[in-house]
């Protein structure tokens, strides 16, 4: 009897054998797979992106397509699909906004005109450079010291409380602060007197 369910047992094992999929329909089936995971994914990752963070439409779908590069290089170690995404796509965003906050106050040119030369290109940046200057001489330097620290240096709140011996929430809102007054120094900089 032992003998006869072990024959059977050999023989749905060699059965089975032939049914497992080869490394390409393997392949196949997990591109399939991601294909699924990214369309269903995917309008909640670019409206999370678009609504609750102002991100472009351009800039979201960029974003979206990292969080899933992300995902991919991570995937071993994802427990759950659905927050993990969503906390990555939220992640991407506060990045892009601190990126894109560098200089929130100064005018980005959105192209160049043809026929504008490396010497004009030059002279902007020199006086954009020298408005930026007198700006921050016009600031306390508790305020400079911050902003060089939180965006040329990249430390973060928590780090500059830290040394500062003072609560995180403190410096955030002394970053608050201090950017309200870089923009009304440079918008009165920048104003003409005729239009205040």
Do not use: W
């Not at 020298?130 to 060089?148: F, K, Y």
Request: aromatic share 8%; with cysteine; charged share 30%.
């Amino acid at each position: 009897m032992d003998g006869l369910i072990f024959d059977e047992l050999l023989h749905a094992e060699s059965a089975s054998a032939s049914t497992f999929p080869s490394s390409a329909e393997l392949r196949d089936d997990a591109g399939a797979e991601f294909d699924a995971l990214y369309t269903s994914y995917m309008p909640l990752l670019r409206k999370i992106a678009i609504r609750k963070f102002s991100i472009p439409l351009k800039d979201a779908d960029d974003l979206v397509q990292d969080v899933f590069a992300s995902y991919l290089a991570n995937q071993s170690k994802v427990r759950d699909l659905r927050p993990y995404l969503v906390g990555a796509i939220c992640n991407a965003s506060r990045q892009y906004h601190r990126r894109d906050e560098a200089s929130p106050f100064l005018p980005r040119p959105e192209h160049r005109e043809c026929g504008a030369t490396a010497a004009d290109e030059l002279l902007e940046d020199v006086i954009r450079n020298h408005v930026i200057r007198m700006t921050l001489a016009r600031l306390g330097s508790s305020c400079r010291d911050t902003l060089e620290r939180f965006y040329l240096l990249g430390e973060s709140a928590i780090s500059i409380a830290e040394q500062r011996q003072k609560t995180s929430n403190y410096i955030r809102r002394l970053l608050n602060y201090c950017r309200n007054r870089v923009r009304s120094i440079y918008v009165a900089m920048t104003t003409p007197e005729s239009s205040r």
